[in-house]
């Protein structure tokens, strides 16, 4: 007796109700139908040719069972095993159809070897973007070196991560082959069949011939980047360090004599380095001008020289921006500290393609080919950031000519 | 002592003299082993191992 459908339900497999996986009892549940006639429509397909066979195998695989439990690829997915039993449930079901088809119970080459590539290479293709939607892990901790400051990427939100891109590849693969196995056994692809060979034949060899120096060359860029990366990360770490903390704790012994300065010092520097270690920057201001402005004046008060900033045009802030104005604030400390107490100054130009800054002193000088390689401060935290950000810094200077500080971007 | 069956050398043994019986009796003339009927029994011998071999990798 048919059993009362359940359309506002999703599709499970009635492992209980079922003779083997539960796949017909499932599908008559939902639909209300008696799973007799599906078991029998199933039977004949699969006795004709072997379609219903794939088709219960694929559901078997895709459909999940009742009780919350994953489908059996889900569960499978992921392990050392998974691909023994995939190789070893291909083969036997390559042995069954062509046994059914030396007994004569086939449908037609033509129809069940495309079915069946195309079959593998859509369930493969599924597992893939499903497996690719955003799983629900536990929060991460917050990582010490976030950047807030960089664009979010929409497309990276599109694309399969890594170990899946293979799976979802030979899926894309099987179901192409399949479309064109349908087409050459039905005999369309006949005219295009010698230049189709000719171009298969081409491609395989320069594949094989290729594909040694391809795999190094993908895998030598693949490394190169990885440590560019972690180049840059340990140089943007060292600036940061240098610039915060190193630059505080000169300012303290500088000014040991006076207990209230040295706490404020350090309460101040323990806030920015508590900010910058739970994943952000502290907010460097809607706009260059006026970030430019506050480094001036946070400068100004923790070394107590006067700057006079002039800023000529504004733009928004960006990565390059903040880089800029963190070169300007360092190229702000090292006049602070070397002027002598005499006025600095700072002069911005924002122009629509670059951004100029300039930072000039009176103090003594110095000779910038003389500087130490281990002075972080005009290596890392000026030149080094201006380079990473793709702009450039010079200084001008020489000993009893003060020194200017050029800094430029493109925009 | 007991020691615990290896299923997938069960599986394999029973596999590969399963063909061998078959290539036995094709050579004594019993019965007639052509290639539509040689081709899936070589797959399915060593599909049976390889899914033994999986089952009992997610069994341990």
């Known amino acids: ?411 | 002592m007991k020691r615990d069956a290896d299923r997938v050398s069960i599986v394999a043994g029973l596999a590969v003299g399963g063909l061998g019986v078959l290539l036995l009796l094709d050579q004594t003339g019993l019965i007639e082993l052509r290639f539509g009927y040689t081709l899936p029994a070589i797959l399915a011998c060593v599909g049976a191992i390889l899914l033994a071999a999986g089952l009992d990798g997610r069994r341990g």
């Open chain 1, 1 to 411: 007796m048919p059993a009362s459908g359940r359309p506002d339900q999703p599709l499970r497999r009635d492992i209980d109700g079922g003779i083997v996986a539960g796949v017909c009892s499932g599908i008559a549940k939902r639909y209300g139908i008696d799973p007799i006639i599906l078991r029998v429509v199933l039977g004949a397909a699969t006795l004709v040719g072997g379609t219903g066979l794939i088709v219960y195998l694929l559901a078997w695989a895709l459909v999940p069972e009742e009780g919350g439990r994953s489908p059996s690829w889900a569960r499978l997915a992921g392990r050392r095993e998974t691909w023994l039993i995939l190789s070893g449930s291909t083969m036997l079901l390559l042995s069954l159809l062509l046994l059914l088809r030396e007994w004569g119970l086939w449908f037609s080459d033509a129809v069940v070897w495309p079915v069946l590539l195309a079959g593998g290479g859509a369930a493969l293709i599924w597992r893939q973007s499903a497996s690719s939607a955003p799983p629900a892990e536990p929060e991460a901790p917050a990582p010490v070196r976030a950047r807030p400051d960089r664009p979010a990427d929409p497309v990276r939100a599109l694309r399969l991560p890594t170990p899946a891109l293979g799976p979802a590849a030979i899926g894309a693969g099987l179901v192409v082959a399949a479309g064109l196995v349908f087409l050459w056994l039905n005999d369309a692809l006949a005219p295009a069949r010698d230049v189709i060979l000719a171009v298969v034949v081409v491609v395989v060899a320069l594949t094989l011939i290729l594909a040694p120096w391809w795999l190094r060359l993908v895998r030598g860029f693949d490394a190169e980047r990885a440590e560019r990366i972690r180049s840059q990360e340990r140089a943007e770490l060292a600036a940061h360090l240098h610039d915060s903390v190193l630059q505080t704790l000169a300012l303290v012994q500088k000014r040991a004599d006076d207990p209230r300065a040295v706490a404020n010092l350090a309460r101040h520097q323990e806030r920015e380095l508590r900010a910058w270690l739970d994943g952000g920057r502290p907010d460097p201001g809607e706009s260059l001008a006026s970030s430019l402005e506050a480094a001036a004046a946070e400068v100004e008060e923790t070394h107590g020289v006067p700057i006079d900033v002039v800023a000529v045009g504004d733009a928004p802030m960006d990565e390059r921006g903040a880089a800029l104005v963190a070169a300007a604030r360092e190229a702000l400390v090292n006049a602070a500290k070397f002027a002598g107490g005499a006025t600095v100054q700072l002069y911005a130009e924002v122009g629509e393609d670059r951004t100029e800054v300039f930072v000039r002193d009176r103090g003594p000088g110095f000779d910038p080919d003389a500087v130490p390689e281990d002075r972080r401060g005009l290596r890392e935290s000026i030149y080094g950031r201006m380079g990473r950000h793709g702009g450039r810094a010079v200084v001008h200077s020489s000993p009893g000519a003060g020194t200017e500080v050029e800094l430029v971007i493109e925009r």
